[in-house]
């Protein structure tokens, strides 16, 4: 689920019009290098350096979350209720039902120039996982109240680690085959209000589920369907 979380903030209306943007500005190469297949190697290491950088901040956020989740421990079942609620609120921001106003603005931080060499690709991922986009809030808030209420280390890491995956898989094969990726983008983007929808449509089962306590059903649901070496990690 954290995985196609990520994926699904991947296609989110804030993020896939940008990738591009994104590629052009982490590689200092221009759009018309990229689609004519420039060195992969050029390409494919700062991507990667790139999605690092976003992964980690995602990874300390869950920390947080997860040291939050320990310390009101005593309180978790009501930690998960109140999280259950912003997250069908969460959910009724993406239908439309309403709209929220901190998350119809632009959250992340400017870079003027372009990165000087991987350090600048680094830093730039870091960047954008700190001052995520309005439509990534929503969805990153919903993972990250699922690993406090878990408070447990182990499991904040991978929803955490699975949901940058899940962000980072996609714009890794977009930077390999830009060319494919503009001309899909492009046929993706009359779909990208009903991926919106969808994505608020499952946080409002999750929030309901938290709220109602009966999340665990759901858990247990898929364990049924996740490699053992997980579960025992888990």
């Known amino acids: 689920m954290a995985f196609l979380a990520g994926l699904l903030s991947f296609l989110s209306p804030c993020v896939l019009p940008l990738v591009p943007s994104y590629l052009g500005f982490v590689t200092g190469m221009s759009l018309d290098d990229l689609r004519a ?3 992969r190697k050029a ?15 995602f990874l300390f956020m869950g920390l947080a979350a997860t040291f939050l989740g320990q310390l009101f421990q005593l309180y978790r079942d009501w930690i998960a209720r109140v999280g259950g609620v912003l997250i069908v609120i969460f959910g009724l921001h993406l239908l439309g039902v309403f709209r929220i106003a901190p998350f ?11 990165p000087a060499g991987l350090l600048g690709a680094g830093i730039a991922g870091f960047v954008f996982g700190a001052g995520w986009t309005p439509c990534i ?3 990153l808030g919903t993972v990250l109240t699922l690993a406090s ?3 447990n280390t182990g499991t ?11 962000l980072a898989v996609p714009f890794i094969a977009a930077a390999l085959m830009t060319g494919s990726f503009l001309n899909t983008s492009k046929r993706l983007r ?10 608020g449509a499952m946080l409002l089962v999750v929030g309901v589920l938290l709220v109602s306590g ?11 369907y996740t490699p053992a070496f997980l579960l025992d990690r888990l």
Request: overall charge positive; charged content about 15%.
């Open 149 to 151: 209420v878990r408070a």
């Open 214 to 224: 009966s999340f665990t059903r759901l858990a247990a649901f898929f364990a049924r």
């Open 37 to 39: 297949g420039a060195d």
């Open 156 to 166: 904040a890491l991978f929803l955490l680690g699975f949901y940058s995956l899940g």
């Open 190 to 199: 009359f779909a990208l209000p009903l991926i919106e929808k969808v994505s």
């Open 137 to 139: 809030g929503p969805v």
């Open 43 to 57: 390409i494919l290491v700062p991507a990667l350096v790139f999605v690092a950088g976003f992964s980690l901040v």
């Open 104 to 114: 119809m603005r632009e959250r992340r931080l400017q870079l003027q120039s372009k």
